[in-house]
């Protein structure tokens, strides 16, 4: 079994502040983790992914993430936020076993405002 | 970006009514997958198809059944439709399964009154 936490439904952040995404995880295998973002009235699309070949990964947009095993979190982090970065931020998890099949377990997603 | 097309976009149905959500895709991909939205909960899987005519059951699957007889088409029927089933639709589909990314389509806002 499989879950993602992310803590904090909605964050807020100054343009330029950085930016920090929290996302915790239970797998009983090695796991796939990746970040989406989905802007208003669109789907999803990806912003990075940790597959085992590095544990900082990084992504479109300046986004990265560190996978941290001790500490089962991947969270998110952008130095400098611009006002397009506005969205709802998704984390998820796969495993790496051979019969996942790609199914993804989302955590309950956080939206992001970024003042002025 | 992958050509992934959902089908209605919007549709306001009844209690009791049988509704299909459509999704085609153009990139061949063999994984398909169907989610569904809802505040709180993220995105949920409902069902998946892992190639034309296999399919299998996500997590929240009771009320819906699926059928993919070509692989660019994969259907969601929602066999009576309830209002607990008012939510956003997703499809997505991926060329692999496992560490591939996954693309989604642009959504199914289904009201059910």
């Known amino acids: 079994a499989q879950s993602v936490t992310q803590l904090g439904s909605h964050v807020s952040v100054s343009e330029g502040a950085l930016v920090l995404l929290r996302c915790n995880y239970s797998s009983s295998v090695p796991p796939y983790l990746f970040w989406y973002v989905q802007y208003p009235n669109q789907g999803l699309q990806l912003l990075l992914k940790y597959t085992s070949a590095a544990t900082l990964v990084k992504g479109i947009n300046g986004f990265e993430a560190e996978f941290k095993k001790s500490e089962t979190s991947f969270h998110l982090t952008k130095p400098s936020a611009h006002m397009s970065d506005a969205a709802e931020y998704f984390c998820a998890v796969t495993n790496a076993g051979g019969t996942s099949y790609g199914k993804l377990t989302f955590g309950q997603g956080t939206i992001l405002t970024v003042h002025p | 970006d992958a050509g992934i097309t959902q089908s209605p976009r919007h549709k306001v149905t009844e209690t009791g009514t049988p509704v299909t959500l459509r999704c085609h895709q153009t990139?061949?991909?063999?994984?398909m997958y169907w989610y569904r939205q809802d505040p709180g909960h993220g995105l949920r899987l409902i069902h998946y198809?892992?190639?034309?005519?296999?399919?299998d059951k996500g997590e929240v699957s009771d009320g819906y059944s699926v059928s993919r007889s070509k692989t660019e088409d994969f259907l969601l029927t929602l066999e009576s439709a309830t209002s607990s089933q008012t939510s956003v639709y997703f499809c997505?589909?991926?060329?692999?399964?496992?560490?591939?990314?996954?693309?989604f389509g642009p959504g199914t806002r289904l009201t059910v009154l």
């Open positions: 198809s892992y190639g034309v005519k296999d399919t």
């Open positions: 997505a589909t991926g060329e692999h399964g496992g560490y591939n990314e996954q693309f």
């Open positions: 990139e061949n991909h063999r994984y």
